[in-house]
C-alpha cells in the first residue's frame, strides 16, 4: 500500500518570505500523480497543485512550485512571497494511475502559520 | 455550478443514535468518495463509488458504518448506533475518474456525546 508522509506537523513564516513543505512517499509503482491541498479554517479542501510522475518538469501555479525528486520520492512544495490568506493546513496526496482506481491517500498535514 | 453539497454541516448526536449524512456531488461526476478527517489519523478513505456503484468500501471501519449511492446526484453515509469515537469531520468529494482533481464538500462535523 502506497503510505504519504508529512514530517512537519506545523511551519512558519513571515509574510513576504518563502516556506518549503515537505512530503515524502512509498510506492511501487512508476506512474502516478501527486497534490498538494490546502485546507483553511473554512474547512474546504482546495487543490493548490498537481503533478504527473512521468514529467520531469516540476509544476508551477503562480506563487506555489513544486520539487519533485522521483528517485527520493519526495514532493516538496514552495510557497513564496507569503501571505497571510496562506494560512492554513496543507495536505500532501498520492494517487495512482490505474484508471480502474482513481481515490487518493493523504499524509497527515501540515499546519502552515504565517505572521505580519 | 454549487460544487459538492454535504449536509448538515454540524451534528451532534447521543451514542447510540443513528446518524444520516448526505452529500450531493457535482453534476456529470461519476466518481464519489467518502473520506472521515480526524486529528490522530487524518483523512482516511471511507468508501469509493464509481457510476453509484461501490468499488471499495475496505475504509469503513465497521459493520456499524454503511453507504449507498441510489442514483448519480445523491448518496448517504449511515452509522448506526454510532459511539463517541466516530466524532469526526466527514467529507464527501466528486470527481470525473481519471486523474481529474477532486471536488471536496466543506464536510459535516459530527460530534457523539
Known amino acids: 500500500a502506497q503510505t504519504v508522509t508529512q514530517s512537519q506537523p506545523e511551519m512558519s513564516v513571515q509574510e513576504a518570505e518563502t516556506v518549503t513543505l515537505s512530503c515524502t512517499y512509498d510506492?511501487?509503482?512508476?506512474?502516478?500523480?501527486l497534490f498538494w491541498y490546502k485546507q483553511p479554517p473554512s474547512r474546504q479542501m482546495i487543490l493548490v497543485i498537481r503533478?504527473?510522475?512521468?514529467?520531469?518538469q516540476n509544476a508551477t501555479e503562480n506563487r506555489f512550485s513544486v520539487n519533485f525528486q522521483k528517485a527520493a520520492k519526495s514532493f516538496s512544495l514552495k510557497i513564496s512571497d507569503s501571505q497571510l490568506g496562506d494560512a492554513a493546513m496543507y495536505f500532501c496526496?498520492?494517487?495512482?494511475?490505474?484508471?480502474?482506481?482513481?481515490?487518493?491517500?493523504f499524509g497527515k498535514g501540515t499546519m502552515l502559520l504565517v505572521s505580519p | 455550478d454549487a460544487g459538492v453539497i454535504q449536509s448538515p454541516r454540524h451534528e451532534v448526536t447521543e451514542m447510540g443514535q443513528e446518524v444520516t449524512l448526505r452529500c450531493k456531488p457535482i453534476?456529470?461526476?461519476?466518481?464519489l468518495f467518502w473520506y472521515r478527517q480526524t486529528m490522530m489519523r487524518g483523512l482516511e478513505l471511507l468508501i469509493y463509488?464509481?457510476?453509484?456503484?461501490?468499488?471499495?468500501d475496505s475504509g469503513m471501519p465497521e459493520d456499524r458504518f454503511s453507504a449507498k449511492m441510489p442514483n448519480a446526484s445523491f448518496s448517504t453515509l449511515k452509522i448506526q448506533p454510532s459511539e463517541p469515537r466516530d466524532s469526526a469531520v466527514y467529507f464527501c468529494?466528486?470527481?470525473?475518474?481519471?486523474?481529474?482533481?477532486?471536488?471536496f464538500g466543506s464536510g459535516t462535523q459530527l460530534s457523539v456525546l
Open positions: 468529494a466528486s470527481s470525473t475518474g481519471g486523474w481529474e482533481k477532486l471536488f
Open positions: 510506492t511501487s509503482e512508476s506512474d502516478y500523480y
Open positions: 503533478q504527473e510522475a512521468y514529467k520531469q
Open positions: 496526496a498520492y494517487r495512482t494511475a490505474d484508471s480502474g482506481y482513481s481515490t487518493l491517500t
Open positions: 453534476s456529470g461526476h461519476n466518481s
Open positions: 463509488f464509481n457510476n453509484n456503484v461501490p468499488i471499495d
